[in-house]
T-cell receptor
């Protein structure tokens, strides 16, 4: 099992460009999440999908959109990238959103917006 | 508002030392508590859950004090391989629809020195 996979691993964008970060999990998990991690800020939740067909905003959703394509895949789209979106993006999944479910993380995407 | 606070460190300790990390949280309604470990430029991984009665996993001991709203992690007989950033994680805030988000602390960096 690959666990949680993310593509791409690295990306450089110019301000105003758009891109989609892809995430897939092979653990048959119901819930999936997108976080960003900035130096000195910790992990912050952007969007999550409690189950296939649902998505909800997290702490920092502005500038992002998500799609839960199917149970396995959850993508994050930046429509018009800004330098403030330079960050490391992590996708995660869990069996469900119950309070004690472990979240499994992908290896991350390092995004730089110039 | 700082919901989960940790001493950022770094903690530089010699091999074999005992080191303790503390974490405080602000949401008194939180029900679940975790320590995650994050190696440099890697994704976070669950180290252990924290239970009210305290729990131990080998050289690692986690304690929870609900009255004071703090969590601790004790590492005994430190190994070089323990060098990492340790993230304190608490469930909350409640986001509706029966789901809970996880709130991550900024992490405490540990370096174990030969």
């Amino acid at each position: 099992n690959a666990g949680v996979t993310q593509t791409p691993k690295f990306q450089v964008l110019k301000t105003g460009q758009s891109m989609t970060l892809q995430c897939a999990q092979d653990m048959n998990h119901n819930s999936m999440y997108w976080y960003r991690q900035d130096p000195g800020m910790g992990l912050r939740l952007i969007y999550y999908s409690a189950s296939e067909g649902t998505t909800d905003k997290g702490e920092v959703p502005n500038g992002y959109n998500v799609s839960r394509l199917n149970k396995r895949e959850f993508s994050l789209r930046l429509e018009s990238a800004a330098p403030s979106q330079t960050s490391v993006y992590f996708c995660a999944s869990s069996e469900g959103v119950m309070v004690d479910n472990e979240q499994f993380f992908g290896p991350g995407t390092r995004l730089t917006v110039l | 508002r700082k919901e989960v606070e940790q001493d950022p460190g770094p903690f530089n300790v010699p091999e074999g030392a005992t080191v303790a990390f503390n974490c405080t949280y602000s949401n008194s309604a939180s029900q679940s508590f975790f320590w995650y470990r994050q190696d440099c430029r890697k994704e976070p991984k669950l180290l252990m859950s924290v239970y009210s009665s305290g729990n131990e996993d080998g050289r690692f001991t986690a304690q929870l004090n609900r009255a004071s709203q703090y969590i601790s992690l004790l590492i005994r007989d430190s190994k070089l391989s323990d060098s990492a950033t340790y993230l304190c994680v608490v469930n909350g805030p409640y986001s509706g629809a029966g789901s809970y988000q996880l709130t991550f602390g900024k992490g405490t960096k540990l370096s174990v020195i030969p």
